[in-house]
């Protein structure tokens, strides 16, 4: 009993090790979780790997050694701490490793689906009312500010028409050029 007890510990030790040491590779590497595990409506488990990523290859690897590692741990526990029989404690440890990599999975899919893109292009000015930051020159260019995406962005402008327009000035953003926008005055003087 004490050889089952000490392969189980060394078997979900070392499976964890590798398991916390590749993903600390794919971490500092800058390389993509690769692989997971689908669940379909019926309950099948199909481990796979994403051939997208820069490790992808890895990931059938991450998810066998999250079922063995919580799965040897499980079982050793069960071992330990009560008095039931081979078949139960087989069953216990399987479904414990399933439910580890599911949780994992849907952990890992909920974090990517919660990810958001930090860069902003000019394109997503057009159409919005922005404010004068820096004047607008007769024929040059100034600078404004734009609220893109719950952010208030600064960026080179050109007026439409040659006028000259002043710090606070509402503005139009008509179109974006390469590396600055054409907008129109808000509110025209009159005439």
Known sequence: MQEILNLLFWAGTIAGGLLVLLLLISILGGMDMG?????????????????????????????????????????????????????????????????AVLLLTWFFRWLLRN????????????????????????????RITVLIDDVNREMAAQSNNGRELGTHEKVMVLEAKEGYVIVSPLDMPDS
């Open 35 to 99: 692989g997971d595990v689908d669940v379909d409506a019926g309950g099948d488990m199909d481990a796979h790997a994403d051939t997208t990523g820069g490790d992808a290859g890895l990931g059938i690897l991450k998810t066998l050694l999250t079922f063995i590692s919580v799965g040897a741990f499980t079982a050793r526990a069960i071992f330990l701490n009560t008095s039931w029989s081979w078949t139960l404690v087989i069953i216990t440890s399987l479904v414990a490793g399933a439910v």
């Open 115 to 142: 990810q958001e893109e930090g860069t902003w292009h000019l394109w997503q000015a057009e159409g919005k009312m922005g404010t004068v930051y820096v004047p607008i020159p007769s024929g040059g260019k100034g």
